[in-house]
Nanobody, 121 residues
Framework: QVHLVESGGGLVQAGESLRLSCAAS????????MGWYRQAPGKQRELVAR???????NYADSVKDRFTISRDDAKNAGYLQMNILKPEDTAIYSC???????????????WGQGTQVTVSS
């Protein structure tokens, strides 16, 4: 079993920055993909950013050039640096990791509990 814990959310003003962290614990052989998703009230959950094991990144158009995703495989951790935050970034942000627990085993998808990000205007 793998457990993910996010941290770093909070209340900020528009234009400010936050850095989210996601720490994974448990039996982990490799983390294929790390992703950050968000869900605002009354809206569907959406992909914010993802990073693969080879470092390839993808971003939602709404956060390109403002958010940066990164990973530290030595720590089984992922990060989301969020700059120039806007009120429309307000949401619960959740971390997702697609993990292999053994070399030849299948992958499993795990989610954190989410962290609230609120941006005031």
């Amino acid at each position: 079993q793998v457990h993910l814990v996010e941290s770093g959310g909070g209340l900020v003003q528009a234009g400010e920055s936050l850095r989210l962290s996601c720490a994974a614990s448990g039996t982990i052989f490799s983390i294929n993909v790390m992703g950050w998703y968000r869900q605002a009230p009354g809206k569907q959950r959406e992909l914010v950013a993802r990073i693969t094991v080879d470092g390839t990144t993808n971003y939602a158009d709404s956060v390109k050039d403002r958010f940066t995703i990164s990973r530290d495989d030595a720590k089984n951790a992922g990060y989301l640096q969020m700059n120039i935050l806007k009120p429309e970034d307000t949401a619960i942000y959740s971390c997702n990791m697609v993990v292999k627990t053994t070399n030849r085993g299948p992958t499993f998808s795990y989610w954190g509990q989410g962290t609230q990000v609120t941006v005031s205007s």
